[in-house]
């Protein structure tokens, strides 16, 4: 909880979230030429550091902006007071890897939430088709409203906001090596599913997947995984292909966080419904490797057949020894195998 946050009742944090162009993203105030700023979904020291601003983003329905055009209305409050103060921590914790690890998790957790629910907020004043207003916007206001607990979460840092005996997501924290000096993009990378609330990205020397509202049982379930980043450097394909692994993990899994929210006399308290709750499903659904090849292929942007260049085998940049597969334990053994890329000869 930050330490100088206003008291804010839970009533005032849930009508906070309303839509507009004339309105505070985060906070809902009415914007005026006084209170009035732009909070840049990718800030701009991350654009600056990685030379963003006229590089191209793709949204949701396949077309592109650049960076420096996702902007969202903001007060000058929220913006230059309280997210200002997250976007400092990550930007001097994202220079090191030992800073990196050192960066607490709640600030991850809602610098990934900022720019998650900033593209969605954003992609809601984008139109489909350009030539065609009948299309109306790329995002609908309903999906917006549906990452509520998001954006109520993300309120932690004008608001305090406890969790009690959970962690409201799962962080796996990466070391990178130093890309090929032929492959300089490879500098930053950035992927995100609003859908089942993932977000991953490199930026230098780290990166980080950020699972939401999954009460940290995947962080907790692959803390192996954890451990492993710990001691070993991953090159810029391999970041993505462990990434790939997460996002597929996410999405298989098989249940919705769901909270009650207390209001305290000090603070909002978030309290989580037993996540097994009444399912008999499995935990996961158990994966598949011809759809986990196509999420490979489509986040690394490598061509599918060269991802899956047989039925029952998916490529891995990992080398024979230094494997990190988590997809492993959700895969059937006789349904495929992942082989390592030094393998295939090409
Ligand atoms: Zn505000």
Not at 24 to 43: I, K, M, Q, W, Y
Not at 124 to 131: K, S, V, Y
Not at 178 to 184: G, L
Request: net charge negative; proline share 6%; charged share 20%.
């Amino acid at each position: 909880m930050p330490r100088d946050a206003a008291y804010l009742t839970l009533e005032q944090l849930i009508e906070a979230r309303r839509i507009g162009h004339e309105l505070c993203f985060l906070c809902g105030a009415d914007l005026d030429t006084e209170n009035r700023s732009d909070e840049h979904v990718f800030p701009k020291w991350l654009q600056r550091r990685h030379n963003l601003a006229n590089q191209k983003l793709t949204l949701l329905n396949g077309s592109s902006i650049k960076y420096r055009q996702m902007k969202i209305p903001c007060c000058r409050t929220c913006n230059g007071i309280w997210l200002s103060k997250v976007e400092n921590r990550v930007k001097s914790a994202s220079k090191s890897p030992t800073r990196w690890r050192e960066l607490a998790d709640d600030d991850l957790f809602r610098w990934a939430s900022k720019i998650m629910y900033g593209n969605i907020y954003r992609e809601a004043f984008l139109a489909m088709d350009q030539a065609d207003p009948a299309a109306g916007m790329i995002v609908d206001e309903e999906f917006v409203h549906e990452l509520r607990t998001v954006h109520l979460f993300l309120q932690g840092v004008r608001a305090p906001i406890e969790f009690q005996h959970f962690r409201q997501g799962s962080i796996f924290r990466a070391e990178l090596v130093d890309p090929d000096p032929d492959h300089p993009d490879e500098h930053f990378w950035f992927y995100d599913n609003p859908f089942r609330l993932l977000l991953a990205m490199r930026t230098g020397p780290v990166g980080a997947i950020v699972a939401l509202q999954d009460n940290g049982v995947i962080a907790e379930i692959f803390q192996p995984v954890n451990d492993t980043l710990a001691n070993q450097k991953l090159t810029h394909m391999q970041f993505m292909e462990l990434a790939a692994q997460l996002a597929y993990i996410r999405v298989s899994l098989n249940r919705t966080a769901k909270y009650v929210m207390v209001q305290g006399a000090e603070s909002i308290q978030v309290i989580p419904l037993p996540l097994a709750g009444m399912s008999g499903l499995p935990l996961f659904e158990e994966a598949m490797l011809s759809s986990y090849a196509t999420l490979l292929s489509h986040m690394t942007g490598w061509p599918l057949e060269e991802v899956m260049p047989g039925d029952d085998q998916v490529i891995s940049f990992f080398e024979p020894g230094k494997q990190i597969y988590p997809l492993a334990g959700l895969m059937n053994p006789t349904s495929g195998l992942f082989r390592a890329r030094s393998d295939t000869g090409s």
